[in-house]
C-alpha cells in the first residue's frame, strides 16, 4: 500500500470525528510505526478508550481487557507494544516473560490499580481465612500474586460463579463488586472500616473494597434521566464499573467490547455510552449510521497518556520496558491464566 492510499483510508474512516489537517499529521506518524513494527517483529494492541486516531491506524487487534489478554498470551512476535495502561501491559508481560513490552507512556497507571496494595490483600485473607479471592485485572502484578483468580468486566460474573465457594473477595472496585454481587444474588459487605473481621450476625457471600474508577464513578442516575428526557428512545449502555443504581437504570451493560458488539446488532435511534469517551468516537468512525450521543465530562487521564508521537518514540527506543519480578510474575501467572480460561 502506498501513503497516499494509507491517508485516504484514514480520511474515509476518521472523516466525521477528527479535523481532515489532523488526520494528515497522525497519519504521517502512523504509517512510520507501522513500518518499524514489521521491521521490529513487533505486534500492537490497542485497548478500546485509545483516540481514534491511533485505535485506527495501527492496532493489529483491538479490544476490551479479556481480548487483548488472550491475544497476548498467543502471539509469536519478539515485542509487545501495549497502547492501553500500565495494568494491561503488565498483564501481557506475565504471560509472556521471554518477549519484550512496551508501554509508551511512562505513568498510564489507573485509579483502581492504585487503590489497593499486596498487603491489603493479606490482611484481607487474614481476616476471612479459607475464602478465594477474585481480584479484577485492574491491579498491579504484586496485587494479582496475592489473588486465587484474576476477572475482567467480561468474565466478572462466571469467574465469581466458577469458584468452589459460596463466599468470595472481590478486590478492588466497589461498584463492579456491587454489580456482581446482584448478578449472582450475593449479600455483599466492604469491610474496611472493620479491623477484626466481619459481624458474626451479617448474612453476607461476597467481601468488597473501596476502590473506583475515576471515569465510571462520575455518572449518574440523573444523566439517564435528564437524557432519557430529551431521548425518549436511547438506548444507554454502562460499563459495570459505574455503580449499580446507574447499572440498573441503564439498558445495557457489559465490558467495551461486548458494548460495541451490542450497538453493532441492534438498530435504535439513538445510543448513548456511559464510559470513556474515546469509545464513542471509535464507534462513531466505525458505524458512522449510528447516532451516538455525547456526555464526555471525562477522559481518562491515564489512556490519554498513550499517544501516536509516544508510541512511534516506543518503537524507535525500545521504551519504557515492562517488568516483573519472577517470583511475583509465577504466582500472578497462575491467577491470570485461570481467568483466561473462564468465560
Ligand atoms: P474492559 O475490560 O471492559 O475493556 O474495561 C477496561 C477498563 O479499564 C474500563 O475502565
Ligand atoms: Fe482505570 Fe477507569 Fe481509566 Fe479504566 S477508565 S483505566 S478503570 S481509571
Known amino acids: ?42 505486534v500492537i ?9 491511533l485505535f485506527h491506524s495501527i492496532p493489529d487487534f483491538v479490544g476490551d481487557s479479556l481480548g487483548l489478554s488472550r491475544i497476548a498470551a498467543q502471539t509469536d512476535k519478539d515485542i509487545i507494544v501495549f497502547c492501553g ?54 491491579t498491579y502484578a504484586d496485587v494479582k500474586a496475592e489473588s486465587d483468580v484474576c476477572c475482567t468486566s467480561g468474565n466478572a460474573k462466571a469467574v465469581v460463579e466458577s469458584l468452589d465457594s459460596d463466599t468470595v473477595i472481590f478486590l478492588p ?13 450475593k449479600q455483599i459487605i466492604f469491610p474496611s472500616k472493620m479491623k477484626s473481621g466481619a459481624d458474626p450476625n451479617l448474612d453476607y457471600q461476597m467481601i468488597g ?9 462520575q455518572f449518574t ?6 437524557i432519557r428526557a430529551e431521548y425518549p428512545e436511547v438506548v444507554i449502555l454502562a460499563h459495570p464499573e459505574c455503580s449499580p443504581e446507574v ?19 441492534t438498530q435504535a435511534p439513538q445510543y448513548l455510552l456511559l464510559t470513556e469517551c474515546a469509545m464513542g468516537d471509535n464507534i462513531a468512525a466505525a458505524q458512522p449510521e449510528k447516532d451516538m450521543l455525547r456526555l464526555c465530562r471525562v477522559r481518562c487521564p491515564h489512556m490519554n497518556e498513550i499517544t501516536l508521537e509516544d ?4 518503537l524507535q527506543k525500545d521504551q519504557y520496558v515492562i517488568e516483573v519480578p519472577e517470583e511475583i510474575r509465577l504466582r500472578a501467572a497462575r491467577a491470570v491464566e485461570r481467568m483466561i480460561e473462564i468465560g
Not at 1 to 8: A, G, N, P, Q, R
Not at 111 to 127: F, G, K, P, Q, Y
Not at 173 to 185: C, F, H, I
Not at 311 to 314: G, R, S
Request: glycine fraction near 4%; charge should be negative.
Open 1 to 42: 500500500m502506498t501513503f497516499d492510499v494509507f491517508l485516504e483510508e484514514m480520511k474515509d474512516k476518521l472523516g466525521n470525528v477528527v479535523p481532515e489537517p489532523e488526520i494528515y499529521i497522525k497519519a504521517e506518524i502512523a504509517w512510520e510505526i507501522n513500518k518499524l513494527k514489521k521491521e521490529k517483529n513487533a
Open 45 to 53: 494492541l490497542g485497548h478500546n478508550y485509545m483516540e481514534p486516531a
Open 85 to 138: 495502561v500500565r495494568f494491561m501491559a503488565e498483564t501481557a508481560k506475565i504471560l509472556n516473560p521471554e518477549k519484550t513490552v512496551l508501554l509508551p507512556a511512562k505513568k498510564a497507571g489507573c485509579s483502581l490499580a492504585e487503590s489497593i496494595t499486596a498487603e491489603d490483600v493479606r490482611n484481607l485473607r487474614a481476616l476471612f481465612p479459607g475464602v478465594p479471592v477474585v481480584t479484577y485485572v485492574n
Open 173 to 185: 472496585d466497589e461498584y463492579l463488586a456491587g454489580n456482581v454481587a446482584k448478578e449472582t444474588g
Open 209 to 217: 473494597w473501596h476502590g473506583r474508577c475515576e471515569v465510571h464513578e
Open 221 to 226: 442516575v440523573q444523566d439517564i434521566v435528564d
Open 247 to 265: 447499572v440498573d437504570a441503564s439498558d445495557f451493560s457489559a465490558s467495551t467490547t461486548a458494548m460495541i458488539h451490542h450497538i453493532e446488532a
Open 311 to 314: 508510541t512511534l518514540t516506543a
